[in-house]
């Protein structure tokens, strides 16, 4: 993985905006930077993770409430193997982020919320890579859109 990721430089300094590369888990393509950041993301989602919840823990003071917008945004990832899950969340996450996104502020509330969430359920690298990545980027594939359980999980 590092050997891929020392030609960014390179290639970034000489105008390039994508990359073509052979992988045995995802096969041979053209991918933009950013779509070869999320595949190897993706394949080593666990080190991601590691990595992303170290740096809000070291800007979200309140344990508590960095360990909830992790999860929430955890969540959202529409990544290999899901299929479909209820998740609790102690703030109205989804609301406030769309609020941000959409131009339509909505207030932050420590209120509990439950979310259920669908994904792609995709087993397979090479057919994730070119559905939920490639095709899917530019159709918010990536992300799983929730929706609110009211009444709360029972």
Partial sequence: MDANFGMFPRDVSLGSTDVSIFDQDWGCGTWTYDSLLLLYTVRDADKFYAE???YLKSIIPDAEM?????NFQKA????????SADVHFSHNWYDYFEGILSGNRVELKNE???YHFEYCGIDDM???AKEIIWYGSRNKLLMA???KILGGMH
């Fill in 145 to 147: 859109k929730p929706e």
């Fill in 52 to 54: 992303a919840e170290g």
């Fill in 126 to 128: 090479g057919r994730y």
């Fill in 112 to 114: 509990p919320t439950d």
């Fill in 76 to 83: 959202r990832m529409n990544l290999m193997h899901r299929t």
């Fill in 66 to 70: 960095c360990q909830d917008v992790f």
